[in-house]
């Protein structure tokens, strides 16, 4: 009965997580396109700070240029302080783009945990989880009823086995009783 009870507890919660399924499929397909988004933001990231690491790299490689073909130190000390600041000033947009894109891998692996967690429920896994639960519920009950079989064999065995024992003791009683009856009566005829 409580076989019975839990089947219907666990077809009750697939029924809950089909309705809830239902609920909230559109906030899946919502987060789903956040998470394209926030995908196509970070590779637009990557590639601008790959683009800004090609542009220092081609500028610390005109500095280096310049400095070896320059006669004039000056110019070349100038030409070196501009580079050096645009490439500070462009390191400090890569660390603001990384920041940024730190922020939208949280941000992602956040989504990806709620999906996750909302994909605990998948109705599939839980029918073939139920299906599995019955047939070893049915292998139980058929062992069971054995069981039962043979308890209940054994039983009667032993309930036959005890009243032969009475039989026998009874037996066993009345030939003593007739052996000492006859022992009294050659006592009195000697």
Do not use: C
């Not at 590639?47 to 005109?62: D, N, R």
């Amino acid at each position: 009965m409580s076989d019975t009870l839990s089947l219907n507890k666990l077809e009750k919660i697939i029924e809950l997580e089909t309705q809830l399924r239902g609920e909230y499929q559109q906030q899946l397909d919502e987060k789903d396109n956040a998470m394209a988004e926030l995908n196509r933001d970070k590779a637009a990231l990557e590639a601008k700070v790959a683009e800004l690491e090609k542009t220092i790299a081609t500028q610390l490689s005109t500095i280096t240029e310049l400095s070896g073909k320059s006669s004039d130190t000056q110019a070349l000390e100038q030409r070196n302080r501009e580079l050096h600041n645009r490439s500070e000033n462009m390191k400090e947009e890569v660390a603001v783009a990384k920041s940024r894109l730190k922020a939208l891998q949280k941000d992602l692996a956040a989504e990806r945990a709620e999906l996750a967690e909302l994909k605990k429920y998948d109705p599939q896994r839980l029918r073939k989880n139920l299906d599995s639960n019955k047939k070893k519920l049915a292998e139980k009950t058929t062992a069971a009823d054995k069981l039962q079989k043979s308890l209940s064999q054994t039983k009667a065995e032993k309930a036959e086995l005890e009243l032969k024992v009475k039989e026998l003791e009874a037996k066993l009683e009345s030939a003593e009783a007739d052996q000492t009856t006859s022992e009294g009566d050659n006592q009195e005829a000697a």
